[in-house]
């Protein structure tokens, strides 16, 4: 197991030191005269909650690799970017912290993306959550009305159970994505183990569909992002849709592309 940090983890920290705008003096009280840019060792090592001695032996690559919480605490105190924080996880030899599960806020790019593509390729967005939070007019032309009401009415799992499934994908579709979306949720739950929404999510369909409890007993976890998938339309009967996953890490939304295949 590796137990340091790379040689160019103290420069960032150095180089994210020397960005940060120093502290301004009481009222007052006659400025110190200070001869770098940027905060000083001592001032971001009290911000992040540890000795100014082992900050010090980070910037010059002298001390073990930090634990997850002090990479959080000096992230915070550096006042780092989600994208950032992650470059210093990697560069102390770890894995970046999992992004919260929900996030319903949709980026105004992606927002326009959607309207866009409305009358040609059917565009849905959902959350680490597995919580549809966004789709276009062409989706909602295939895939039909979200549920009513219901607390999962939105969560793409749920569906994968309903009759809705089987009527926009046919029975062996339908079959196919209940499966993915058991693996789905397995994975989401292992990003997410004190999600109280997803749990609860597991327990409703475990009690209620034997077709879930036969897929949970894989433990599967899938990773599959590609795939081709065939819709049913009520008035053009039956396409076939490239249907690729892409991932937007800064929100941890998914953006589920179906793109026609002539």
Same mark, same amino acid.
């Given at each position: 197991m590796q137990t340091t940090i790379r040689a160019d983890f103290g420069a960032y920290l150095r180089y994210r030191r020397a960005m940060m705008a120093a502290p301004e003096?009481?009222?007052?009280?006659?400025?110190s005269l200070r001869r770098v840019p940027g905060l000083r060792r001592q001032e971001l090592a009290e911000a992040a909650g540890i000795s100014v001695e082992y900050y010090t032996r980070l910037e010059q690559g002298r001390a %073990?690799?930090?634990?997850?919480? /002090?990479?959080?605490? &000096?992230?915070?105190?550096?006042?780092?970017?989600? *994208?950032?924080?992650?470059?210093?996880?990697? @560069?102390?030899? #770890?894995?970046?912290?999992? %992004?919260? *599960?929900?996030?319903?806020? /949709?980026? %105004?790019?992606? @927002?326009?993306? @959607?309207?866009?593509?409305?009358?040609?390729?059917?565009?849905?967005?959902?959350?680490?959550? @597995?919580?549809?939070? *966004?789709r276009n007019a062409a989706a909602a032309e295939f895939l039909g009305p979200l549920p009513g009401a219901g607390r999962f009415r939105r969560n793409i799992v749920h569906h994968g159970f309903s009759a809705v499934a089987r009527r926009v994908l046919g029975?062996?579709?339908?079959?196919?994505?209940?499966?993915?979306?058991? *693996? #789905?949720?397995?994975?989401?739950?292992?990003?997410?183990?004190?999600?109280?929404?997803?749990?609860? &999510?597991?327990? #409703?369909?475990?009690a209620t569909s034997a077709g879930f409890r036969s897929h949970w007993e894989r433990g599967e976890v899938t990773a599959a992002r590609s795939g081709v998938k065939r819709l049913y339309h009520p008035t053009r009967g039956q396409l076939d849709f490239q249907s690729e996953i892409l991932h937007d890490t800064e929100s941890n939304h998914w953006v589920v592309i179906y793109a026609p295949i002539a």
């Open positions: 003096q009481p009222v007052g009280r006659r400025a %073990p690799r930090p634990s997850r919480e /002090i990479l959080s605490s &000096l992230a915070r105190a550096s006042g780092m970017t989600v *994208a950032e924080r992650d470059h210093l996880f990697r @560069l102390a030899g #770890e894995l970046p912290p999992e %992004p919260m *599960a929900g996030d319903s806020a /949709i980026r %105004p790019g992606l @927002l326009r993306m @959607l309207h866009h593509l409305d009358d040609t390729v059917p565009v849905t967005v959902h959350d680490g959550r @597995l919580d549809v939070v *966004a029975d062996e579709g339908a079959h196919r994505y209940a499966r993915w979306a058991t *693996a #789905e949720l397995r994975a989401a739950m292992g990003r997410y183990p004190d999600d109280d929404y997803l749990r609860s &999510l597991q327990v #409703e369909l475990a």
